[in-house]
Nanobody, 128 residues
Framework: QVQLVESGGGLVQAGGSLRLSCAAS????????MGWFRQAPGKEREFVAA????????YYTDSVKGRFTISRVDAKNTVNLQMNSLKPEDTAVYYC?????????????????????WGQGTQVTVSS
């Protein structure tokens, strides 16, 4: 059974930084693309960033390009999201996700339907 456990959320002032981590188990981690999504109160869950199974490709939603960086450490079964220059509109619960299928890269930004395993989420709050 796949387990994804997020950590690193918290309260930060606008302009600050946070680093989210996701520890994965129950899957051959190095063969799956991984992603981060977020859901703000009253809004749908949305794509934030993803990284291909090889780590050679990364994908970002336009609103976080240049501020967020996704990375993976296969030896530790971990995917990270470094978030800099945080804005109040980044406030949301952030979810880690593992792709439905192995060895996949995406032609464009992946969507919710591309991911089959999800963590429970970690709250990120950015104050103005």
């Amino acid at each position: 059974q796949v387990q994804l456990v997020e950590s690193g959320g918290g309260l930060v002032q606008a302009g600050g930084s946070l680093r989210l981590s996701c520890a994965a188990s129950g899957l051959t981690f190095g063969t799956y693309a991984m992603g981060w999504f977020r859901q703000a109160p009253g809004k749908e869950r949305e794509f934030v960033a993803a990284i291909s199974w090889s780590g050679g490709k990364t994908y970002y939603t336009d609103s976080v390009k240049g501020r967020f960086t996704i990375s993976r450490v296969d030896a530790k079964n971990t995917v990270n999201l470094q978030m800099n220059s945080l804005k109040p509109e980044d406030t949301a619960v952030y979810y880690c996700a593992a792709d439905l299928r192995r060895f996949r890269s995406y032609s464009g930004s992946p969507g919710l339907h591309d991911f089959g395993s999800w963590g429970q989420g970690t709250q990120v709050t950015v104050s103005s």
